[in-house]
């Protein structure tokens, strides 16, 4: 950009320092623009921009970098591939189940899983980086365009009608001619044939100089465009809000009630439902296999209204919505949305009726209630107690050689009782219960108790005191609030788009001296029509014009 040696014009306009034409008159103010013949430049009519200042601050360069554009290219290219690099194994996010993402990507693609858990690429869309890069994008957007939409909206609020003559014959459509009758009579029917084509005019006093201008709106449609790329990153940041987005499952056995993660709801399933095809509904090489028709959750959802946080109470739920999940019909309350996901129809086991049998006297205590969830921490059996010290959904010995769990369903359950009683040590023993009993179950919990399953034994006697859950139901719970505004994003930037592309804002510069005519026009696009209009309006007022003799250089006597 060229910066003029003198800001101050020759009509006596003082301009700030970059400013290339003046802001009254319109002249070239660099004398090398008033020397060339090359149509004027017209972005922003010249008008200075804060990245063009001299001498800049220590906050002017950082203005100046966000500024501009090739920075916020390259911003956005970058953003781009790292968003690609996201794609190429799962996100950490997308895991149903509890996976170790440290032993996880190793072990399912090799060391180039590993490395790219090691990069953190496993969850690029929440890391800081990521963020980072669509904050410096949003930045980018906001100063932008205020560098730009500042100068313009000034350029275009004040504009003066009667512009130099080196402004108007450097325009790409310029016309120059005599007139051989009045003046202002000429000039106000010229203006009157305008606006017919729908421009607004603007007369000097004297009644000898134009403005037409149409379309003005048009210009801020990169703007408004701007505005909602700027709402729509803001939406995206924003789901990095606790509570703001979520992308989690929940598995829950028939008649089960479970929290849904990081809130304040619950939700229980009171019944799971699968309908499979018969035989004669499948092609004949899909005959012989379940395949489900429908399956549907009987849900209902809780909310929590006192107790949430208290781990030693129960906490009081008040029922808020029923409703019966299937495929796209998910369950919706406060930007929650359940989605029916998978089910499994294998029995999962809820609890156990045990007792307990001392096998010195042949007496059997109990049953008692063993829920596999929540189980009660104490248990009196006539003269021997259990207090529960452990509890493993699933039970295994890890790496160290000490119980772990791996996972949180019941499917190979353990629970490490303390026991007290007659012929036991004072302080108690522990004792380990499986309450799955098959044989090699039963002969690893004799060999863990050694002595101590010698002198007791806790079991289940028939399966009329063992609790089962006929099927599973796996929900997708998902929680998007930046949503709406990513919909309010996306209606703005649309509507910018349409603003810039669909309408053109033109202009038209026209002065009368004695008998010469000068005209200039401007448009940011659609040349052909711009021409089209001026020679329609020197029609109008017997002056006969082809529209391509318009172009500059063209100079009509």
């Known amino acids: 950009m060229l910066v003029p040696e003198n800001t101050k014009c020759e009509c006596g306009h003082h301009n700030s320092v970059g400013t290339v034409l003046c802001e009254y008159c319109g002249k070239p103010l660099h004398q090398d623009l008033q020397k060339s013949d090359e149509p004027l430049e017209m972005r922003y009519d010249g008008v200075a921009r804060r990245s063009q200042k001299s001498n800049p601050s220590y906050i002017d360069r950082v203005w100046n970098f966000f500024s501009s554009v090739k920075i ?51 969850h690029t869309y929440e890391s800081w980086w990521f963020i980072g890069l669509l904050v410096m994008i949003g930045t980018s957007l906001v100063i932008c365009s205020l560098d730009r939409v500042l100068p313009l909206y000034r350029a275009l609020n004040k504009q003066q009608i009667r512009k130099h003559h080196q402004f108007l014959l450097r325009q790409k459509a310029v016309y120059k001619g005599t007139l051989n009758q009045d003046a202002a009579e000429w000039v106000s029917q010229y203006g009157d044939a305008l606006k017919k084509k729908g421009y607004r005019i603007h007369r000097e006093e004297s009644g000898t100089a134009l403005l037409a201008e149409k379309n003005r709106f048009s210009r801020w449609g990169p703007y408004i ?76 959802m809780y909310k929590c209204v006192s107790d949430c946080g208290d781990p030693l109470k129960e906490p009081v739920l008040e029922e808020v919505k029923r409703h019966d999940i299937i495929v796209n019909s998910p369950l919706s309350y406060d930007g929650i949305k359940l989605f029916q996901f998978d089910f499994n129809l294998n029995p999962r ?35 021997f107690t259990l207090d529960l010290y452990a509890n493993y959904m699933e039970f295994a010995l890890g790496s160290d050689g ?100 669909y309408w053109q804002h033109r202009r038209i510069w026209l002065r009368v001296d004695g008998s010469e005519v000068v005209l ?38």
């Open 225 to 300: 465009n701007h505005i909602g790329l700027i709402l729509f990153l803001l939406a995206i940041v924003a789901r990095a809000i606790p509570g703001w987005q979520m992308d989690a499952y929940v598995t829950i056995p028939d008649g089960d009630t479970v929290q849904i993660k990081d809130t304040n709801y619950y939700v229980k399933n009171e019944k799971f439902n699968v309908e499979f095809y018969a035989d004669d509904e499948l092609p004949e090489q899909l005959q012989g296999k379940a395949r489900a028709k429908k399956y549907l959750t009987e849900a209902v």
């Open 520 to 557: 200039g026009a401007h448009t940011n696009k659609n040349w052909f029509g711009m021409r089209s209009d001026v020679a329609f309006g020197l029609k109008k007022t017997g002056i006969e014009v082809d529209p391509k003799s318009l172009d500059n250089g063209g100079k009509n006597a």
């Open 349 to 383: 086991l809820n609890a156990v009726n045990p007792v307990l049998e001392d096998k010195t006297t042949g007496e059997i205590y109990g049953p008692f209630y063993l829920p596999m969830k929540d189980a009660e921490l104490h248990h009196e059996l006539g003269p």
């Open 402 to 501: 000490k119980p772990t769990t791996l996972s949180r369903d019941p499917n190979a359950p353990a629970f490490v009782f303390t026991v007290k009683g007659p012929g036991l040590h004072p302080d108690g023993e522990p004792y380990i219960y499986f309450p799955m009993q098959k044989d090699k179950v039963r002969f690893a919990q004799d060999t863990i108790n050694r002595d101590l399953a010698e002198r007791i034994e806790i079991r289940v006697d028939g399966m009329e005191n063992v609790d089962f859950s006929e099927a599973t139901t796996v929900l997708n719970v998902r929680v998007d609030r930046a949503v709406p505004y990513l919909w309010v994003g996306a209606v703005f930037s649309m509507l910018g788009l349409i603003m810039g592309s």
């Open 72 to 122: 916020a290219i390259y911003l956005i290219v970058i953003t781009f591939l790292t968003a690609m690099l996201g794609t190429i194994y799962p996100q950490e996010s997308s895991f149903i189940n509890n996976f170790d993402p440290s032993t996880y990507y190793r072990e399912t693609y090799g060391t180039m899983g590993h490395l790219y858990y090691v990069l953190g690429l496993s």
